[in-house]
């Protein structure tokens, strides 16, 4: 059956992989914000930039894999599977990045937007390389 030329099928697929990617969207949330130091939501509320840049930077960082394994999955299990994958690089990329620069949650308490630019650029290039990557 169509409606307006589109079956019911792919309707069906689109709502199946939209609810699946928004549930995988707030795991991240919550595991991104237990995992690291600082109070995003608070910080932003409060309209600490760095914070905003930060967390944007790795929420955008952990949608783009998600958005390519969706274009290219075959099942609603690999996008499952991969955005489970794309959470544990995001984390990976936080711990990463703390390398160089120690103290980067207290700077970005502090409102220091280069930290907030460095957390947020980091997770946007692992988002991209980890998104290629699942790319077959």
Not at 24 to 53: D, G, M, Q
Request: include cysteine; charged fraction near 10%.
């Amino acid at each position: 059956m169509e409606i307006i030329g589109i079956s019911l099928d792919a309707i069906q697929s689109f709502l199946a992989y939209l609810v699946t990617a928004t549930a995988l969207t707030l795991i991240y949330v919550f595991v991104y914000i237990w995992v690291t130091p600082h109070p995003e939501f608070k910080l932003i509320r409060e309209n600490n930039l760095a914070a905003s840049v930060a967390f944007g930077g790795s929420l955008v960082g952990f949608s783009l894999p998600l958005a390519s394994v969706i274009a290219h999955s075959v099942a609603l299990t690999d996008c499952v599977i991969w955005g489970l994958i794309a959470i544990l690089v995001q984390v990976f990329i936080f711990f990463l990045v703390r390398l160089p620069i120690p103290g980067i949650s207290e700077r970005i308490e502090k409102g220091e937007t280069s930290s907030g630019l460095w957390l947020g650029a980091a997770s946007l290039t692992g988002g991209l390389l980890n998104a290629a990557c699942m790319s077959p």
